[in-house]
T-cell receptor
Framework: DAGVIQSPRHEVTEMGQEVTLRCKPI?????LFWYRQTMMRGLELLIY????????DSGMPEDRFSAKMPNASFSTLKIQPSEPRDSAVYFC???????????FGEGSRLTVL | KNEVEQSPQNLTAQEGEFITINCSYS?????LHWLQQHPGGGIVSLFM???GKKKHGRLIATINIQEKHSSLHITASHPRDSAVYIC??????????FGAGTRLFVKA
């Protein structure tokens, strides 16, 4: 299996622009997580999907952030409008079941100027 | 006080040394996960354990549920082991609490 695939790996954008990050989980995994990593706060859970349904989005910073999972093999995290404080590495991870071992993607490094 | 504490925060070792990284937690858990993150790189799962000990190559992870403590050991350390090691605990449901990480640098 190719593992969790994220795109883009790097994104540089200007404040106010829309950013869309993409994730393809491992086939057969039914849980998907979006995390954000910063130097100051470490890894933070943004949202968790189980069987394509958002279970908890309490970690989503504000209304500018939204996430979707239209099917079992694809999820997006959108930021609109983006702000410099959104600059971070965004990781997608998947697992079999919500307490199964987490498998992380390579991450998407976002820089908002 | 953080629910998951790792020590040390930073560690510099000489190649060949035996290394121990500790993780203490204050919540009830169903499992504990050790992760490795190389500079600028992704996050790789090393071990997931809920009791006892696991070994993979030069890496050994132990957990003591009663004492709420886990250790990650690296035998015969090598410069390629230089990375950040993160302890993560599953508290039930989907909630995972991450430690702040231990930054390891192994000198040749």
């Amino acid at each position: 299996d190719a593992g969790v695939i994220q795109s883009p790996r790097h994104e540089v954008t200007e404040m106010g622009q829309e950013v869309t990050l993409r994730c393809k989980p491992i086939s057969g995994h039914n849980s998907l997580f979006w995390y954000r990593q910063t130097m100051m706060r470490g890894l933070e859970l943004l949202i968790y999907f189980n069987n394509n349904v958002p279970i908890d989005d309490s970690g989503m910073p504000e209304d500018r952030f939204s996430a979707k999972m239209p099917n079992a093999s694809f999820s997006t995290l959108k930021i609109q409008p983006s702000e410099p404080r959104d600059s971070a590495v965004y990781f997608c991870a998947s697992s079999l079941g919500n307490t199964g071992e987490l498998f992380f993607g390579e991450g998407s490094r976002l820089t908002v100027l | 006080k953080n629910e998951v504490e790792q020590s040390p925060q930073n560690l510099t070792a000489q190649e060949g040394e035996f290394i121990t990284i500790n993780c203490s937690y204050s919540v009830g858990i169903s499992a504990l996960h050790w992760l490795q993150q190389h500079p600028g790189g992704g996050i790789v799962s090393l071990f997931m354990l809920s009791s006892g000990k696991k070994k993979h190559g030069r890496l050994i992870a132990t957990i003591n549920i009663q004492e709420k403590h886990s250790s990650l050991h690296i035998t015969a350390s090598h410069p390629r082991d230089s990375a950040v090691y993160i302890c993560a605990v599953y508290t039930g449901g989907f909630k995972t609490i991450f430690g702040a990480g231990t930054r390891l640098f192994v000198k040749a």
